[in-house]
């Protein structure tokens, strides 16, 4: 599997981006879909993730409400869509891939359930 991100940039806060991944591979409806973040000189952290059957979770402290994940399985494609940013936000943004999942309904935060990653996509947020 691969995956390609794309569609960051730098923006003003209160501003929007959206973020796309595509994914390589014939089963791509069959895995979750996350999206994680790392801000320089921390950690990588959890955003967001979407399953197999579309729902989607997100980090409810920093990001919900703001963010919505998504995926268009005929396009090998999820997304993020990022509203109302905020300089905290910046951060290099990566998606994944969860490749395990057995369960259409089941979401997965933990990095560690993520086999695949793609190259990080670089989001700025000026105040």
């Known amino acids: 599997v691969q995956l390609q991100a794309s569609g960051g940039g730098l923006v003003q806060a209160g501003g929007s981006l959206r973020l796309s991944c595509v994914a390589s591979?014939?089963?791509?409806?069959?895995?979750?879909m996350g999206w994680f973040r790392q801000a320089p000189g921390k950690g990588r952290e959890f955003v967001a993730a979407v399953g197999r059957s579309g729902r989607a979770i997100y980090d409810t402290d920093s990001v919900k409400g703001r963010f919505t994940a998504s995926r268009d399985n005929a396009k090998k494609t999820t997304y993020l869509q990022m509203n109302d940013l905020k300089p905290e936000d910046t951060a290099i943004y990566y998606c994944?891939?969860?490749?395990?999942?057995?369960?259409?309904?089941?979401?997965?935060?933990?990095?560690?359930?993520?086999?695949?990653w793609g190259q990080g996509t670089l989001v700025t947020v000026s105040s």
């Open positions: 994944a891939a969860d490749t395990r999942v057995i369960s259409s309904v089941d979401v997965r935060r933990e990095s560690t359930n993520y086999g695949y």
């Open positions: 591979g014939a089963s791509f409806s069959r895995y979750g």
